[in-house]
């Protein structure tokens, strides 16, 4: 069974820096799409950033240049560095994941069942 779990949520000050990390047990297939959203309070979830097996990294527009996403696959452990945080980027994150041998979308990972519980993020100003 797949589990993911989150960490490394917390609060940072608009132009720091805060790391996520989503641990992954269970997972068994060779193609994988990986990735992590964010949901903030009254608004819908958004794809944050994405990266897959065939080498593919996808990002919002909103992150681009300040999110890295990354996968320590020794660890089984993905990896979101935030730099330049925004008070907008204060959410609830998720990481997800999904076997698939497609194309790596955003789309097509949100409708995985493979969710972590999520972690915080909070940026003040």
């Known amino acids: 069974q797949v589990q993911l779990v989150e960490s490394g949520g917390g609060s940072g000050q608009a132009g720091g820096s805060l790391r996520l990390s989503c641990a992954v047990s269970?997972?068994?297939?060779?193609?994988?799409?990986l990735g992590w959203f964010r949901q903030a309070p009254g608004k819908a979830p958004e794809g944050v950033a994405l990266?897959?097996?065939?080498?593919?990294?996808m990002y919002a527009d909103s992150v681009k240049g300040r999110f890295t996403i990354s996968l320590d696959s020794a660890k089984n452990t993905l990896y979101l560095q935030m730099n330049t945080l925004k008070p907008e980027d204060t959410a609830m994150y998720y990481c997800?994941?999904?076997?698939?041998?497609?194309?790596?979308?955003?789309?097509?990972?949100?409708?995985?069942?493979?969710w972590g519980q999520g972690t915080q993020v909070a940026v003040s100003s």
């Open positions: 997800a994941a999904r076997a698939t041998s497609l194309s790596c979308s955003f789309m097509r990972l949100s409708s995985t069942n493979y």
């Open positions: 269970g997972y068994t297939y060779s193609r994988y799409c």
């Open positions: 990266i897959s097996s065939d080498g593919t990294r």
